[in-house]
């Protein structure tokens, strides 16, 4: 439910990265599955992503008009961009004289600093925002959840994808690649936990056999923040999301739905 007295929204950005399936078939994108003792969506499989930091406010203000965003916006793009490289070791959003050696030293330096600027500054790398296309915003606005954040979804593409990642071992205890559908099908069978967003997420991402057609979509539906919903249906309570946002799936019974 919702409510005028609900908490405002942690603002976070979540990352979907794409990348070309061995031997062709339907692209994979990376997941990460969170550690229990997390406190928002403990346990549960996700994008990699994180909550936008005051650092990538005071980025985001420097670079947004050469990268002809809005500030707020370019902080959520250089979070997501900072998370990808913090949660994952891949270097995507960025440009320069990029490495896999070089991509780890920066991690761990980014670990130290905590913020991406003086990694650009040490590396000689600059952003590249053009590489990540807005695709979602959800924000449940539910004064029944302790921290609700206002998240935006980012796509991002690795191509070949012969990248190795790693978890940052603290916040997550597994990373893999899945397709769309893969990921749907182990939560049926109970190999992993799905928080309602990320279900929805998923069940849009498996409409598309490329990232060029994910990203199509996404520049043909311009993002609306997507607050989910109770409503009574057949006796029943449903959470249901906007119909004409791109989900194929909107709606699902209350019962049924993971939360965070």
């Known amino acids: 439910m919702t409510s005028d007295s609900a908490p ?57 008009a050469q990268h002809g965003l809005a500030p707020d916006e370019a902080a959520h793009q250089i979070a997501a961009v ?56 959800w924000f449940p606005k539910n004064e029944n959840i302790a921290r609700v954040y206002d998240t935006r979804f980012y796509l991002a593409d690795l191509g070949t994808g012969a990248v190795e990642v790693s978890i940052d071992q603290s916040e997550n205890t597994r990373l893999f690649w899945t397709t769309a559908q893969g990921a749907l099908e182990a939560a049926a069978r109970g190999e992993i936990k799905l928080i309602f967003p990320t279900r929805r997420n998923l069940e849009r991402l498996a409409l598309f056999a490329s990232h060029a057609e994910a990203r199509a979509q996404a520049e043909a539906i311009p993002v609306r923040t997507i607050t989910p919903r109770v409503v009574e249906e057949g006796g029943k309570p449903w959470l249901t999301i906007l119909a004409d946002a791109g989900y194929p799936v909107t709606a699902e019974l209350l019962e049924t739905v993971s939360r965070g």
């Open 8 to 64: 405002e929204g942690i603002p976070a950005a979540t990352i979907i990265i794409f990348r070309n399936a061995k031997g062709g078939g339907a692209p994979e994108v990376l997941m990460t599955v969170r550690s229990k003792a997390m406190t928002f969506a403990g346990g549960m499989a996700v994008f990699p992503g994180g909550r936008v930091d005051p650092a990538d406010f005071s980025l985001g203000e420097k670079v947004a």
């Open 82 to 137: 900072r998370e990808t490289l913090e949660e994952t070791g891949l270097a995507l959003g960025l440009a320069g004289d990029i490495t896999g050696e070089k991509a780890a030293a920066a991690r761990a330096m980014l670990a130290e600093t905590g913020a991406l600027a003086p990694v650009l500054d040490a590396f000689g790398w600059r952003l590249d925002l053009a590489q990540i296309t807005p695709f979602a915003r």
